[in-house]
């Protein structure tokens, strides 16, 4: 709506909120005050809330119907002091196993079955979509849906064609089910999707279209104002009960059904006509949260368009100690009947995802005999399971049981979970796929040498991990002046054996990246080829893709030569090694005689490799440089090594850091990363595959900015060259305090967006979105690792596209040189100045479109897929990583019981604390509310904490019935004159189980236990015990504690 001389603010709202919904909520918010006991919140406790009025009911109907038993749900407490809470009971709310008396049909017959119980008055409030009627209507007086119905597709399209709806991937907060986001291209910040009726069934993953709220129900941005309840930089945990309705629903007569529900039940969720999206509407958003930065969106999902493909890679655990107990009640002969109508629920090991049901008469074979023969160890066992269906009128989704891991404490159970849980293709390579490779013995044939520059006459070496086996990269050096050296890369030319569309293409393609799981690697490529045809292994002659590069002592670029050639490498060099030449640890003039260092291959002397290494050093040193001054960021952060034994069990572990060797070969390869995107974007402007790093997340970027701000910091985020000289400032300030300064970075970390792969034709109207963040550059690629990367892969076909369309128009223009003299250029397209006028000629065109034929460049539209699978599979790669350095973790806490550590504060408020223990480099949470025993003083004014020790013991929750927590789920209490006694206990502890470096967990460490009343404020230092959780009775878990001494014990 345009008005004066500026724009006015379009309106987003979608939905008003009638005078008449008002009332009722006042009606039912006045009913949950009059009625504390009544079961409100269960909907909440389906995404993990906690509530306190689930014990109130009769405990001696029996669980006969759906129903009445879901309204019993709630998260068991611990009762026992002297044992930490369950691993299952630490994520989600336990719902008792429950059965329905008479079978129901599933399908389209949507018929309601009388369940007994009654039903609330209060219902959703109904997204309408445009053109629908307001009201909402349900069969009869039984009949009660919980959610929304999606809208059709007829809508959902009409909606985002005019802007009144989005399109975005939908994300759950790990730490509270009921907080969910979505991040909507063009829009500065994140869209919050808050409750379980606003998600409206979205599950983490799913592309979702959302509605967006009116300004006025917009959130608070956290960090927008000088207090904060608990940190500007933690997550609010508290679960916020619903104003639309859901919260005043009791679960009572809700009975769970998997009926068909309209337009939920397709595997691929709702179709959408492409180029929907309208461009006016983001625009008008992206304006309205630049206006208000304090605010922040809120939406309703209003259908799902894709479904993630995590629903089909579930991994959880059954509970079916409860079932165990309603079937001991039953006769015996009428148990196959009894299967027929009842089910159990699965807990996910991921904390985004909902609990599950899961019907008895669906489980495998195999576990339902175990049932009948009442083994409670299937409770223990990792299942692998995937979501059927979430109807309306369900709390919960229903999912189907496939197979079993094993015992969920058996390290290699827990492997082959993440690997499924990722979708991991982790089979051997096919016999079609391996028959694309050459037979063995293999050598170069004698038309390489002819058609490739031969530079096995040229010093080249590799600088790899220790254990490396593929070895994609290696440098060269030559000094051409006093001021002037050629510096080349070279990269395996992987592209000369994986040929477009062929067997060994697909595979590839299919798996996308390798996987490294510390003692587990899952290659792209088949052994033969990524460790030895492929490899760029010393002493043997090898394809590879080369750039030089020739540079003056300011790094700056003179000339560039880019080609396929055949290299023989010299030696293979650790980083350890090249560390070690870089500090003179290895002496020139001793070099022959010391031990320790690789083979030597080839006429090369080690002078010639050392000095080499100490060249590079010296120009990566200024390329880094020069590369930070024009606003590239550093987010640098401590890595966990783990030791294993011969078995792969971690023993040990250590925190380390990158060496000036890593540095001086990321350097080279972002230089030809960088090249590569300069040139195949210029050649094929509509068909390049690129990545792209977007702007820090506006809103995480606030709440750091805001915790500097709190904590006297001075922070400049304007750009990534001031965020980087902020940081680079704070570092030598903060050298004293390299924990502090480790949380700066972590925090910085998280506002940080994703990169990501696209082709440049999906964004030719957007060139500014092209640009890398990060590393401050307008053009960025992936080049250097095609033996475990196949964009990169991609990227050597393109690049041979361009090198052979630019030598197919200078053979063409030479034939023109005799008719009137002009002189050729020989690098048109690859050189330093792209001849645009040349590529745009009509021989040009002709060189470049055979070219690109020839080498199986995909079009614009495939190419745009094959970016997005990539994308995914590489997300899935890294979270695999993650899941499995976290499960090593596991491992050695679990062998050493407990870890005493360290830990400062991050975030503070009356109900938890989060901390960060740098031993670990990990973060996590401290809940102390609701604890027996101990006493909360929280002051808001100076954001300061008091924990007491009561001398009363507290069974009830003062709100309603529910058992406080046990002290020992908060804090590990020793008595003074017991400490010893405690400390000689943990001695025992096998000494290989603690830090490398660090003291085992006693007194002698040096870690204190704290004294009550303990007072914490913002990045206070306290004692903490580290622990396992789960394994055989849940998801694992590092548990923390306050390490706390006492008399009163």
Known sequence: MKGGSGVAEPSVVLERVEDADKEKKKKRRSNRRSKPNSACNSVNDARGGTSDVFKSEDKTSGLTSMNRSSSKQGLEMASNEHTPV????????????????????FGSDDTAVDVGGTFSNSCFESIAYPGSSPSYQFEGFIRKKLFATYWPIEAVNDALEKGEAFKALFHVNAHNQLEAYCKIDGVPTDVLVSGISSQNRAVEGDTVVIKVDPLGLWTKMKGSNGSSNNSTVVEDCNIVQEVNGVAGNSYKSKRIVDADCEYVNSRSGVPLEKGNEHKNSVDTLAAITSRYPLRRPTAKVVAIVEKSVRRDAIVGFLNVKQWFRELNRKDAQKNSAIFDNEYVTLTPTDPRFPKMIVFVRDLPDCIQKRLVGGDVTVEMELLAAQIEDWSADSPFPRAHVSRSFGRGSELETQINAILYQNAIHCTDFPPQVLSCLPSVPWEIPSKGFRIRKDLRDLCVFTIDPTTASDLDDA???????????RVGVHIADVSYFVLPNTALDVEARIRSTSVYLLQRKIQMLPSLLSEELGSLNPGVDR?????????????????????????????????????????????????????????????????????????????????????????????????????????????????????????????????????????ISRAFPHSAL?????????????????????????????????????????????????????????????SMQLASYFCSGDLKENLNDWGHYGLAVPLYTHFTSPLRRYPDIVVHRTLAAVIEAEALYMKHRKALKGNNGEEVSRKCFSGIYFDKEAAESPQGKDALSNAALKHGIPSPELLGDVAAYCNERKLASRHA????????????????????????????????????????AIERRIHYDEVEGLTVEWLESTSTLVLS????????????????????????????????????????????????????????????PGTFPLTVRMLSTIPVVLYAIGGDDGPLEIGVRLYMSSYLK
């Open 86 to 105: 369950r691993a299952s009971d630490v994520g989600f709310a336990s719902m008792p196993t429950m059965h329905i008396n008479k079978r129901i049909g």
């Open 475 to 485: 440098l060269s050096i030559e000094k051409l002046s006093k001021d002037t050296f």
């Open 543 to 679: 394809f590879a893709f080369s750039m030089f590069w020739e540079l003056n002592k300011m790094g700056d670029v003179l000339d560039r030569w880019i080609g396929r050639t055949v290299i023989r490498s010299c030696c293979k060099l650790s980083y350890k090694h090249a560390q070690d030449i870089i500090q003179r640890v290895t002496d020139l003039e001793k070099s022959n005689t010391l031990e320790g260092l690789p083979q030597l291959h080839g006429k090369f002397e080690w002078a010639d490799v050392i000095r080499s290494v100490t060249c590079l050093h010296e120009i990566s040193k200024t390329l880094k440089e020069k590369r930070f001054s024009s606003g590239a960021l550093q987010l640098e952060s401590t890595k966990v090594v783990y030791l294993v034994d011969e078995d792969g069990v971690p023993y040990d572990s250590s925190l380390s850091e990158r060496m000036d060797s890593n540095f001086l070969v990321e350097e080279f390869m972002l230089l030809a990363n960088v090249t590569a995107a300069e040139v």
């Open 690 to 750: 690129l990545r792209r790093h977007p702007e820090p997340n506006m809103r995480k970027l606030k709440e750091f900015e805001a915790f500097c701000r709190k904590h006297g910091i001075a922070l400049d985020t304007s750009s990534s060259s001031q965020l980087n000289q902020s940081l680079e400032k704070l570092r030598e300030k903060l050298k004293d305090d390299s924990v502090l300064f480790d949380i700066l970075i972590s925090y910085a970390s998280k």
């Open 881 to 920: 990583e993650d899941a499995c350095e976290k499960l090593y973790m596991w491992v050695l806490l679990k062998k050493c019981k407990i870890l005493l550590s360290d830990a400062r504060v991050l975030g503070l408020g009356p109900r938890f604390m989060s901390v960060y223990i740098q031993k670990l």
């Open 949 to 1008: 020790l009561s001398g009363h013991k507290r069974l009830f929750k003062r709100g309603g019935p529910g058992n406080y927590m046990s002290l020992g789920n908060a804090a590990w209490v020793v008595n003074p004159y017991d400490l010893s006694m405690e400390t000689d206990s943990i001695d025992e502890c096998d000494a290989t189980c603690t830090l490398k470096g660090e003291a085992e967990p006693s007194s002698k460490s040096g870690v204190d």
